[in-house]
Nanobody
Framework: QVTLVESGGGLVQAGGSLRLSCAVS????????TGWFRQAPGSEREFVAG????????IYSDSVKGRFTISRDHTSNTVYLQMNSLKPEDTAVYYC?????????????????WGQGTQVTVSS
């Protein structure tokens, strides 16, 4: 059974930073694309950032490009999202996900394992 557990969320002022972590158990993430999504109240879940199996390719939504950085550590089976220059519109529940698909590409969809999410609130 694959389990993803996010942590690192919280309340931060605009302009501040947070680092989200996603610890994966029951499956090695070594070979699969991983990603971060978010869902704000009243909105659909949206893609935030993705990274391919070896970290050589990353992709970001336009709204976070230049502010957020996704990374992965195969040794600890953990995925990270470094969030800088946070804005109130970044407020959402953030989810990590794995696409258990044999590909060398970075993906924005086709994710099939999800964590429970961690709340990020940015105050103005």
């Amino acid at each position: 059974q694959v389990t993803l557990v996010e942590s690192g969320g919280g309340l931060v002022q605009a302009g501040g930073s947070l680092r989200l972590s996603c610890a994966v158990s029951g499956e090695t993430i070594t070979w699969f694309p991983t990603g971060w999504f978010r869902q704000a109240p009243g909105s659909e879940r949206e893609f935030v950032a993705g990274i391919n199996w070896n970290g050589g390719k990353t992709i970001y939504s336009d709204s976070v490009k230049g502010r957020f950085t996704i990374s992965r550590d195969h040794t600890s089976n953990t995925v990270y999202l470094q969030m800088n220059s946070l804005k109130p519109e970044d407020t959402a529940v953030y989810y990590c996900a794995i696409a258990r698909i044999a590909t060398q590409e970075v993906l924005t969809e086709q994710y099939n394992y999800w964590g429970q999410g961690t709340q990020v609130t940015v105050s103005s």
